[in-house]
C-alpha cells in the first residue's frame, strides 16, 4: 500500500497531482503524505506500550507535531532534537535521549525539561550525569543502552549491535551501571534499551533482542534492580523496491538478481517484540524513525540533461547528494518513478546513471537504472526517501536545501521553504 498512485498517466500522492505541486514549488522537494504518515504511526500503538519517534530520521517540525498528536514520543540524539520535539509539543515524559556523546549542556537541559529517560552509554557518561543531577538537585532517569551482540544483515554503516560498535555497552558493564544507579541518591534505573541496527527486513533478530533484555532485566531483579521499561530500539527496514542496499553494486554491472525483500509489516513487528516484553510485565518502548517516514516521502527531481558517454547514458538531474545522500553514501537503491508516465513505456527501454550536478563521481541517485526514455523537463520521483533524505542534506556544492511539502487529499502545505541563495550567508561575517 501506498499513497504515491498513477491516475491518468499523472503520479498522485493521495489526492494531489505531484505536477500541481512542482509547478508551485519548484523541484527538487520532498513530499510527504500525511495519510500514510498517521497510519504508521497508528501501526505503532499498543497499550502498555510507547513508540518514540527517532527524530534523527526526518526532523521537520509540521511532521514532529503531527506524530506527537498521533500520540507518540520521540526518540533524541541531540540537544537540538530535543529542542525540535519540545518546540513540537511532545511532552518531557515521552522523550527518550539515546547517543554516545552527550554533551554536559545537553544533558543539563534533558534534566530541567525532565525526560522519561537519558539513554546512558557509556561509564562515564553516567559520571557526568551523576554530577548535573547534584547539581540541579533532580534525580535523573537513566536507562542503559546495552550491546546485545547480535549480528544482523544490513549496511555495515547502520549495524549497530555487535560487540566491536561504538554503541551502547557490553552486558556486564550494564548491569554494573545499573546497580550504581540504584544506590546513587541522584540516580534512578528505569530502564535497558538495545538498538541492534537498521534497515533490518528479518523479525528473528528484534525477537531475540526483545529476549535477551528481557532475561537481564528479569536477572536485575534478582539483585534489587526493578526496571520500568524496556526499549527494543527502532530499527525495522521498509521495501525498498528490488533490493535493497546490495543492490547497487558496481557502475556498469546491471543490478544483482537478489530477490526483493518483503520486511515485516509494523504490526507483526511490533506484535512480535512485545510479547515477551509485556508479558514478563514490563513496560514496552519502541524507537522507530524509518518505518515511520520512508515509505511516506518521495523526493521529485527534474531532468536537466541527458548525456551518452562512453557505453553509460547519464540522466542529469537537478536533485543531488546533497539532497539525498543515500545512495552516495550506502550504495542504497531508491526506486524511481517517472511522475507522468506516457502509457506503455513502462518496460523501460533505456537504462541510466541518474546523476546530480555536484562535483562528485559519487553524487548519484540511481545507476543502472532501467527508465522510460526521458528528455529534459520530465520529472521523476525517488521514491521511500521520506526517512534520512532531508535529515542527511547539506548545502555542498553552494546549493540550497530543498523545499518539503506535506500533502493531506487533495490540499497540501509547504512545510519548509526552498533556501534561497541568502541562507548560504546565515551567520557568516
Ligand atoms: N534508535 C537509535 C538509538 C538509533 O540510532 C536509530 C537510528 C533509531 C532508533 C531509528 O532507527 P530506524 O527505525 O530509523 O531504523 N542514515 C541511515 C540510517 C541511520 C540510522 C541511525 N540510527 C540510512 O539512511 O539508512
Not at 40 to 65: F, H, I
Not at 110 to 121: K, T
Not at 130 to 152: D, F, K, S
Not at 257 to 262: A, F, H, I, N, R
Request: hydrophobic fraction near 40%.
Amino acid at each position: 500500500m501506498t499513497p504515491f498512485q498513477y491516475k491518468q498517466d499523472t503520479l498522485y500522492c493521495e489526492d494531489t497531482p505531484l505536477t500541481e505541486i512542482t509547478q508551485a514549488v519548484g523541484t527538487p522537494v520532498y513530499v510527504y503524505s500525511q495519510a500514510e504518515l498517521l497510519r504508521r504511526a497508528a501501526a505503532y500503538q499498543t497499550d502498555n506500550g510507547l513508540a518514540c519517534y527517532a527524530v534523527k530520521a526526518n526532523g521537520n517540525p509540521a511532521l514532529l507535531r503531527r506524530l506527537g498528536e498521533a500520540g507518540m514520543g520521540a526518540d533524541v540524539t541531540s540537544g537540538g532534537e530535543l529542542f525540535l520535539a519540545r518546540r513540537a509539543g511532545i511532552p518531557p515524559e515521552k522523550i527518550i535521549y539515546s547517543g554516545v556523546g552527550k554533551l554536559r549542556p545537553e544533558i543539563e537541559r534533558a534534566l530541567a525539561v525532565g525526560i522519561r529517560a537519558l539513554h546512558v552509554e557509556s561509564a562515564m557518561e553516567l559520571e557526568t550525569i551523576a554530577e548535573v543531577a547534584l547539581q540541579q538537585q533532580t534525580i535523573a532517569p537513566i536507562g542503559v543502552r546495552v550491546n546485545p551482540n547480535i549480528a544482523v544483515e544490513t549496511h555495515p554503516y547502520i549495524s549497530t549491535g555487535q560487540r566491536e560498535h561504538k554503541f551502547g555497552v557490553p552486558p556486564d558493564t550494564a548491569v554494573a551501571i545499573l546497580q550504581f544507579a540504584q544506590q546513587h541518591p541522584w540516580l534512578r534505573p528505569v530502564s535497558l534499551a538495545a538498538h541492534i541496527g537498521s534497515q533490518i527486513t528479518d523479525l528473528s533478530p528484534f525477537v531475540e533482542s526483545a529476549h535477551f533484555l528481557v532475561k537481564m532485566a528479569g536477572e536485575l531483579a534478582g539483585n534489587g534492580v526493578h526496571l520500568q521499561y524496556l526499549d527494543v530500539g527502532g530499527g525495522l527496514g521498509i521495501d525498498y523496491g528490488d533490493g535493497d542496499w546490495r543492490m547497487e553494486a558496481g557502475d556498469s554491472t546491471p543490478q544483482s538478481p537478489v530477490s526483493p525483500l518483503q520486511s515485516p509489516d509494523i504490526a507483526e513487528w511490533v506484535t512480535a517484540v512485545s510479547q515477551p516484553i509485556l508479558q514478563a510485565g514490563y513496560e514496552l518502548v519502541m524507537e522507530p524513525g524509518r518505518s515511520i517516514v520512508g515509505p511516506t516521502g518521495t523526493l521529485l527531481t527534474k531532468v536537466v540533461y541527458t548525456k551518452p558517454q562512453g557505453d553509460r547514458e547519464f540522466l542529469i538531474v537537478d536533485a543531488g547528494m546533497n539532497d539525498l545522500l543515500r545512495p552516495t553514501l550506502y550504495k542504497a537503491h531508491h526506486p524511481i518513478w517517472p511522475v507522468e508516465q506516457v502509457t506503455g513505456t513502462l518496460e523501460a527501454p533505456v537504462t541510466y546513471n541518474v546523476v546530480g550536478p555536484i562535483c562528485e563521481t559519487g553524487d548519484f541517485l540511481a545507476k543502472v537504472r532501467p527508465l522510460p526514455l526521458q528528455e529534459p523537463g520530465n520529472l521523476l520521483a525517488v521514491m521511500q526517501a521520506g526517512a534520512y533524505g532531508f535529515a542527511m542534506a547539506s548545502n555542498y556544492n553552494g546549493r540550497p536545501r530543498p523545499a518539503e511539502v506535506l500533502v493531506d487529499g487533495n490540499r497540501y502545505l509547504v512545510i519548509r521553504q526552498r533556501q534561497t541563495y541568502e541562507h548560504l550567508l546565515d551567520g557568516t561575517m
